[in-house]
T-cell receptor, first 114, second 110 residues
């Protein structure tokens, strides 16, 4: 059991650029969620994928998009980066929607937009 | 939409003192989960509460779910320096997505 791995760990981008963050879910987990955590705040739900389909979306604009692949790994894409997008981006995977054992979070990608 | 509030925002205790954080939801929760995030780390699942009035214990940690399923609490007895971190409650919404509170940061001085 390898847990949830995210890459890269840190990233610096310029305003207006695009970024792709990657996540490998824990073995056996079929649901992947993405969260944005600003400094000193709780994680905010971006969207969730189950079996390659988006089945939930938080209050984020369309320039935040994602994918889930057949092996349940996932990508988060952000276009037209803004300074406020600077945050820790967390990927979380679960089995059965986290209803039994909760969600397993990755260590996150720290994105800085300058 | 669902909103989850936590108090206090921050608490600093001496090692051995007790600690409690409270979580309140604007809507009735189907269930609630608690996570701990160490400084510089990521959230780690602690427990899930499902039933009205449920109480669960994990060693020195006691979790409660309110009778109306709109509030919850986490109590730590005799804190240790290893308890340092931010404790989040999170309500499960549609498709089991999580709505997190802002968390309570706990500092423990030896």
């Amino acid at each position: 059991e390898t847990g949830v791995t995210q890459s890269p760990t840190h990233l610096i981008k310029t305003r207006g650029q695009q970024v792709t963050l990657r996540c490998s879910s824990q073995s056996g987990h079929n649901t992947v969620s993405w969260y944005q955590q600003a400094l000193g705040q709780g994680p905010q739900f971006i969207f969730q994928y189950y079996r390659e389909e988006e089945n939930g979306r938080g209050n984020f604009p369309p320039r935040f998009s994602g994918l889930q692949f057949p092996n349940y790994s996932s990508e988060l894409n952000v276009n037209a980066l803004e300074l406020d997008d600077s945050a820790l981006y967390l990927c979380a995977s679960s089995l059965a929607g986290g209803l039994v054992y909760g969600y397993t979070f990755g260590s996150g990608t720290r994105l800085t937009v300058v | 939409g669902q909103q989850v509030m936590q108090i206090p925002q921050y608490q600093h205790v001496q090692e051995g003192e007790d600690f409690t954080t409270y979580c309140n939801s604007s809507t009735t929760l189907s269930n609630i989960q608690w996570y701990k995030q160490r400084p510089g780390g990521h959230p780690v699942f602690l427990i899930q509460l499902v039933k009205s009035g449920e109480v669960k214990k994990q060693k020195r940690l006691t979790f409660q779910f309110g009778e109306a399923k709109k509030n919850s609490s986490l109590h730590i007895t005799a804190t240790q320096t290893t308890d340092v971190g931010t404790y989040f409650c999170a309500g499960l919404g549609g498709y089991s997505t999580l709505t997190f509170g802002k968390g309570t940061m706990l500092l423990v001085s030896p």
